[in-house]
């Protein structure tokens, strides 16, 4: 349960909290965007400050139906605000989230600790090659298609163990290349149904057979904002509610928009199974 991040090992015997930090316009949740400079320094300052463990850098919008854009209009992106967030907070660590074995690249000279992958090397061939040479944790997704047709193809005629499956062939896959860190992630909202999405957060602890973190994205979602029929500004609560039961279900890492709200679970939690 210890990754290596550029020397830097990290224990995620005690769940960890990911901030995420939205280089897009488009990202379903406004209120995750930055646009300046000072947008950006001013989130991860405040993020920092209330618990982040890593900050989750993406340039690529994936919600369903996104804007596909360039790889190239991606590094621009996202490679500035690495070194703008690195020059002022040396000691942050950060993820990138990105498919595309181009940006991973850019990214990890850039001085990027981590990669995440909502294709676990899918939509990209050269990805896991990338992160073996640079040896930098990876994070694999459970996905099918694309950001485009995902919400199409969410048909399964068993949802965890297709899951399962596809996760056990990408870690093999990894490891097979030598890759030394690896973090898995089911893929909550992607190529999932609100039910399926339910259905997977009640079976987590089925993914502890594959003896790795497990990172559970379940922030201001469609499956809580849509069953209350609200949108994703309202969701704090249910995403409160929901990152408990995955941490007493075994999550690792909760990659999260609010981050103090995501620290006071791991912290509560922690007393309840004390």
Do not use: W
């Not at 488009?26 to 320094?41: A, P, V, Y």
């Not at 595309?100 to 990805?127: P, Q, T, W």
């Amino acid at each position: 349960m210890t990754i290596n991040c550029r020397g830097n090992l990290i224990d995620l015997s005690e769940p960890k909290i990911m901030g995420i930090i939205n280089i897009t316009p488009d990202s379903f949740f406004s209120g995750s965007r930055t646009e300046t400079e000072n947008d950006i320094l001013k989130k991860a300052a405040q993020m920092l400050a209330e618990g982040a463990d890593f900050l989750d850098i993406g340039g690529y919008s994936s919600r369903p139906g996104a804007e596909d854009i360039s790889a190239q209009a991606e590094i621009k992106r996202v490679i500035p605000v690495i070194e703008l967030i690195l020059k002022n907070f040396p000691d942050a660590i950060l993820s990138i989230d990105t498919f595309r074995s181009k940006v991973a690249e850019k990214a990890i000279e850039a001085g990027a600790h981590i990669i995440n992958d909502i294709s676990a090397g899918s939509l990209d061939d050269d990805m896991m090659p990338i992160i073996a040479k640079f040896q930098v944790p990876y994070i694999m997704m459970h996905m099918k298609g694309t950001p485009q047709n995902m919400k199409e193809m969410n048909q399964y005629d068993d949802l965890i163990q297709e899951i399962l499956f596809y996760l056990s062939e990408k870690v093999k896959k990894a490891r097979d290349l030598g890759i030394n860190d690896l973090i898995i992630d089911p893929g909550f909202g992607f190529a999932k149904n609100i039910q399926q999405n339910f259905d997977l957060l009640s079976n987590l602890e089925a993914f502890k057979m594959l003896k790795l973190p497990i990172l559970a994205g379940l922030s201001r979602k469609s499956l809580i904002y849509k069953t209350f029929n609200t949108t994703a500004a309202h969701a704090l609560n249910g995403t409160t509610v929901l990152n408990t039961i995955s941490l007493q279900k075994g999550a690792n890492i909760l990659r999260v928009h609010d981050v103090k709200e995501a620290a006071e679970c791991v912290k509560l939690v922690a007393r309840i199974e004390k």
